[in-house]
């Protein structure tokens, strides 16, 4: 490394990210050999068959309905109140489980990923999340000098690894006083899995046992940015009614965001949904949280805080919102769909798919495999054990034909 200047932690920290990068070659491809030609399963937002980026119709007639004011005005630090009404009872829909609950309004769910992380953990702490995982989960705990360990996510019958989770979290309450779990469910990044219930309930019984000396404290952070795509609504959210009474060394937070579920990627809106048994942690977490967003972005976007207020607030409007996404739902389940049958038929092994934006083919070389698709003009990211494919982003027609040729390029490969 050349001349620096940077601070002692900031030195030699560079975000190389591997989606944007084989988004690039799919691009740099496009340019060349023309767009019909290119299938790019890279990109992390939805695409509809005419690969052009979806927005809900209803989300986008709201938005330009807003006012000039709402656009403009700065919005309080925690959020506007109607915004985290609305976000909170969006979030559990009938399974809100009992307890106190506040929330924060955050930068997207990266942002209450990130207050999370650095309000629920000791400095040189480990955060653990599964072998499968969302980069920047990594890249967020680096930088606030905290690391990232991880349980392998399945077992040998590719069902939730309950034994590997209990180790890791064992191991780590044994020399941490404070851990965070990251549990992204449902419809998993990169995997597409979503925790059954009954895998939920025994997750639930682990933190329970391992954390009866009440000098532990856990924090889950359910990261539930793709709910919205994960089957029917309250089916999907099931699972959130066994967070009821915990004791009060466990919180819980889930992170909200309106990148996919509202087609907002970019206005960077979410929010982070504190639940305990005790009343003192959730004024705390309110505090603490409202807090680091004074000191790291101070408010956020407020139009679209409105935008889902005033969507919650009209039935219509929010009948709408929801069947205008169930085409989108059913758009990616077709595109998944034909990926799977054709996978079986080529006897290709994937990870197991239940919804989502993305499934993932695990491989030895895994760069390898896409080097060889890339001849194809097929862009896929490679991820450390497998290679991830961005059914959101692909139309069907260029669905076909994928799944045989990910099979050949593995064959080749290894
Ligand atoms: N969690 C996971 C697993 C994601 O894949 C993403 C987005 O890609 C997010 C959280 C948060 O996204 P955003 O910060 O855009 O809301």
Redesign the pocket.
Known sequence: MGYSVAASHAKGKCATDRIFGANGAAVKAALEVGKSYVTNATI?AILDDEEKLSCLPTVEQVYRSLSMNDIIAYAPIAGLPAFLTAAIDLNFADHRPDGYVEAVA????????HHTIWNYTELGDTVLTSDW??G??RVLCQDMLRKLDTYTLFDEQLNFNLDAFEKKVANLLAVQKSLVVII?SPA???TGYSLTDSEWSAVLDVAKRLTKDPNKRLTFLV?V??IDYAGERNAARSFMSQFSNLPKNILTVF?T????GYTM?GQ???AMIGLSSDKDVIQEFADINQYTSRATWSNINRGVQQLLATIYEDKNLLAKVDSERALLYQMIRERADLFMNEAKEAKLHMLPYIAG??LTIPAKNPEAVCAELAKDYIFAVPLAKGIRVAVCAVPKAKMVGFATKMAQAIRITE
């Open positions: 992390g955050t930068s997207g769910g990266s942002g209450g990923i995982f969302w920047p989960y992204n998993h990044n990169p990261d940015a793709y992170s965001s309106m990148s996919k990627y960077r809106v979410g934006f993305f």
